[in-house]
């Protein structure tokens, strides 16, 4: 196990099971990229441990996440988000690298609109607390239902020419059904539009290749295209069928972070502010808002409040975290999961989360970002893991302080 301090380990907390968190710090030494999830398999008894091979020669150890353990150690069932998750990594088991930067308008082996609604599934289950699943095979047929009726009342469209019938799609979906309120997900509306593609497709009546043009900005719409007309430039607007995975689970990220105040920061940068690892001489000085939405939501975590229309959902934010290291997008998914645990009181699953970026943030390709900010999310980073190596080191020398068990409280103040 990655020990955060060269002690011996104290006994874990009630609420996470006796497996290792994190084991074989060289988890990733066999790629020269974040690869943890290279190919893996899940145990039908706990979802949230994944083995981990890098290749096909390697086997690395476990990657354990604590979310679900943590809400039935609260007494809440997470059977429900158990099996969401389980199908969930079923489905991005099949993106091979091939597969993963193929076009969702051509993609075959992954069931996108499944996937996404297992994301929906795990969601509802963390939040409303029922005893029935979300329906997914429903809202599959739903998805079949419309592509039935856009070629009931398009008939004519699907003789036309591939230009009249797309046209005929994108009214049917602006203007028919999707959008009635003129608002929504361009990632949700791609995916909606490439299922629909994919029926037609398979009922033979589309006979030419389309591409899907996805907007870059928050006004676009999804728009398909005749691929044999496509231009050069057309390119920085496919949306493959992993980028549109994390685009969908980066959304619920975001949405759902418990610090959202000063938006022009990054995620973890507002996480390590809460947490007052933040060099407060690097930026400009902060209004009392600011300073009071930072300290609202610390507040809000310490009375066991983790939901909040203006605060995130702590739940939600660590189940998004959680998906995107499943889909190796980026090692500062890592980091950002280690600092949410870290507001949790996880203090040693988040001193192992951070070792880990810290192993293989530099033998990886990071996303851009600016100088300054890197620069400050690098000092943050590292007083953080000062001050939980002092958290540690204490909880070893005497008795470690009580477990701070409150997923399953969602009141509001």
Not at 111 to 139: C, G, Q, R, W
Not at 284 to 310: C, P, Y
Request: glycine share 4%; hydrophobic share 35%.
């Amino acid at each position: 196990m990655i020990a955060a301090v060269s002690l011996p380990s104290s006994p874990p907390p009630p609420w996470i099971p006796m497996t290792p968190c994190l084991t074989a710090s060289s988890c990733y030494s066999c790629s020269s990229s974040f690869n943890p999830c290279a190919s893996f398999t899940t145990s039908a008894s706990d979802s949230s441990t994944l083995r981990v091979t890098c290749g096909s020669q390697y086997q690395a150890g476990d990657l354990k996440f604590v979310l679900h353990d943590a809400l039935e150690s609260s007494g809440i069932d997470a059977s429900h988000a158990r099996e969401a998750r389980e199908k969930f990594c079923l489905q991005i088991g099949r993106l091979s690298a091939i597969e993963s930067e193929t076009s969702i308008a051509i993609n075959r082996r992954v069931n996108l609109a499944k996937t996404a609604l297992y994301v929906a599934a795990e969601d509802d289950s963390i939040v409303s607390h029922s005893s029935v699943p979300l329906p997914v095979d429903a809202f599959v047929e739903r998805l079949d239902d419309h592509s039935m009726d856009f070629c009931t009342k398009n008939s004519a469209a699907l003789r036309s020419t591939p230009e009249n019938l797309l046209k005929s799609l994108e009214r049917y979906l602006y203007q028919d059904k999707v959008l009635t309120h003129r608002t929504g997900s361009a990632a949700m509306l791609s995916l909606i539009y490439s299922e629909i593609l994919k029926m037609i497709r398979l009922w033979g009546l589309l006979d030419f290749d389309v591409e899907i043009f996805y907007p870059r900005d928050l006004s676009g719409l999804p728009i398909g295209y005749h691929k044999k007309k496509s231009k050069e430039s057309d390119h920085a607007h496919i949306m493959t069928t992993k980028s549109l995975l994390v685009e969908i689970l980066s959304n619920l990220k975001e949405a759902f972070w418990p610090f959202q105040h000063d938006h022009t920061r990054s995620l973890f940068l507002r996480a390590a502010h809460a947490a007052n690892c933040h060099d407060k001489s690097s930026t400009l000085e902060e209004s009392g808002f600011e300073l009071a939405s930072a300290k609202a939501a610390q507040h809000r975590l310490d009375r066991g409040v983790w939901t909040s229309v203006r605060y995130g959902d702590m739940r939600r934010a660590l189940s998004a975290c959680e998906r995107l290291i499943l889909l190796e997008t980026d090692p500062k998914e890592l980091r950002d999961y280690g600092i949410l645990l870290y507001h949790c009181g996880l203090y040693k699953e988040s001193m192992q989360y951070l070792e880990l970026y810290q192993e293989t943030k530099d033998s990886s390709i990071l996303k851009e970002s600016s100088y300054s900010m890197r620069s400050q999310e690098e000092s943050a980073l590292e007083k953080l893991m000062t001050r939980l190596s002092f958290i540690l080191l204490e909880e070893n020398w005497g008795t470690p302080a009580s477990p701070r068990t409150f997923l399953g409280n969602n009141s509001e103040p």
